[in-house]
């Protein structure tokens, strides 16, 4: 659904409102702008005896290319945002 | 930084620009809107040997009250934004 906002300003002394769409319409609130869209709910499950590598990286910003693993894409969405989101890396 | 967003919009006939500021300010694009906010990156580890349950839910909406693990929150996100975001399930 759009998220809209509404905002105040000053047109030469007068009072005015505006109406806008938020950015990127209601996925400007999404965590998830594109993984899996056609799912409700995105889970994904561990079979953590499976597990092949010392380290396994999983992704938690939703910007992976290789979802759900980490392939680093968190940086860039970190600096492009200053957020501060990292993966879980599960450990043998 | 704060995140601009510039609109047009049509007063009587006339054509007229709006800038306002996205909700939120820069934290509108934050997936992580407040979790250990004094860490440059947020990352956890899992020590896989030590999982106590057969399942275990880890949080990747950045909203969960006992982040780094699930908590249910991420329904309450996907409910209030059209998202479809949910957890990694750890399976021992
Ligand atoms: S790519 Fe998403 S946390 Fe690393
Ligand atoms: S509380 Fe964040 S994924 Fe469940």
């Not at 992976?64 to 890396?89: E, I, Q, R, Y």
């Amino acid at each position: 659904r759009p998220h809209l906002l509404s905002r105040n300003f000053n047109d030469n002394g007068r009072r005015r409102t505006v109406v806008v769409r938020a950015e990127g319409g209601s996925s400007g609130e999404h965590i998830n702008p594109a993984i899996r869209k056609s799912e409700d709910k995105v889970v994904d499950s561990v079979l953590v005896p499976e597990l092949s590598k010392p380290l396994t990286p999983y992704c938690r910003c939703w910007r992976s290319g290789t979802f759900p693993l980490c392939d680093g894409s968190h940086v860039k969405h970190n600096k492009a945002t200053g957020d501060n989101v990292g993966p879980l890396l599960l450990k043998k």
